[in-house]
């Protein structure tokens, strides 16, 4: 069922949570891929209804970004849907998620602002301002949808724990469910902005995993000091490469890391021509 509008989403939701079902959200922008479905399948598994919202949100966009170009492919997305056992697709316009959209800037619009140290590294640190408008879109989702529970894939893991910190701190009542990445069989995490690479690009791109394997694979076998981990980066790296970080973070609070253990998470950014890739690795043994 595709539905555009909040009214109709939260008519479907009471009569739902008159019958006492557990219900479960998706929060995408669409451009749906394997790695979606990896979510929305563990969802439609564990919940008695599952709602997929598609929604390109425009205040998660920093200026210059893709957001007229961003791929938009809903009737693909709503088939997608529709073959894994989805109740509802919540696709809503920008101006049903945001009715005073002239008034968008922070002087007039209420935000969900999460902690700063949270949000002033890795992405956070070139995105000023990505986080507020995940945060404040995705707690928008959740008053609408009133879900049970919510599934969000690792392979955006800072606002995957950002989320879980905004859900702790405002008293949500959701359960966060976090979902493993989902590689090609090359390696590559799945993302909806690998439409835009060549296939050269695409060779360049697998250095991320590739990095991240590789200082998987040292510290496993007993290299704990970040610099050195860091330092088996730089083969991988070539001219068509702009490393913007390579990280070793806190896998819960997202602090620095002198040194690895099995609560380091490692992050890392690249552009491969105009295009921005984002990957991480746990560390964690077994």
């Known amino acids: 069922m595709l539905i555009h509008t909040i ?7 009471e009569e739902w949570k008159k019958q006492g079902l557990t219900i479960g959200l998706v929060p995408t922008m669409g451009a ?36 007229d170009k961003y791929p938009r492919t809903l009737d693909a997305d709503e088939k997608l849907c529709k073959d894994a056992g ?13 009715p005073d959209a002239q008034m968008m800037s922070n002087d007039f619009f209420t935000y969900v602002i999460p902690p700063f140290f949270y949000t002033d590294k890795l992405c956070g640190k070139s995105r ?21 529970f919510a599934f969000f894939g690792e392979k955006d893991r800072q606002q995957l724990i950002i989320l879980k910190k905004m859900v702790k701190d405002l008293n949500i009542p959701v359960q966060i469910i976090p979902c493993p990445i989902v590689r090609e069989e090359s ?3 799945l993302s909806s902005r690998n439409k835009y690479l060549s296939d050269n690009d695409k060779k360049n791109a697998l250095a991320l995993s590739k990095i991240l394997f590789n ?5 496993n076998n007993g290299i704990t000091d970040v610099k050195a981990l860091t330092e ?12 913007e970080y390579l990280e070793f973070r806190d896998a819960e609070n997202l602090e ?7 609560n380091t998470v490692v992050f890392i950014a690249l552009k491969i021509g105009d295009v921005r890739l984002i990957d991480n690795i746990s560390l964690a043994r077994g």
């Open 232 to 243: 088996t980066a730089y083969s991988y790296l070539n001219n068509n490469h702009s490393l």
């Open 86 to 98: 989805v109740d509802i697709v919540f696709a809503p316009s920008p101006q049903e998620m945001y």
């Open 128 to 148: 000023v301002g990505h986080f507020d408008g995940v945060c404040t879109v995705v707690n928008k989702l959740f008053n609408i949808v009133q879900p049970d």
């Open 187 to 189: 390696g590559l995490a």
């Open 7 to 13: 009214k109709e989403v939260r008519e479907k939701i």
């Open 215 to 219: 200082i998987k694979a040292c510290y």
């Open 256 to 262: 620095e890391k002198k040194t690895a253990d099995d």
């Open 32 to 67: 749906l891929h394997n790695g979606h479905l990896s979510l929305i399948k563990k969802c439609v598994e564990k919940c008695d209804k599952t709602v997929v919202s598609v929604f390109v949100n425009p205040i998660q966009f920093c200026p210059g970004e893709d957001l």
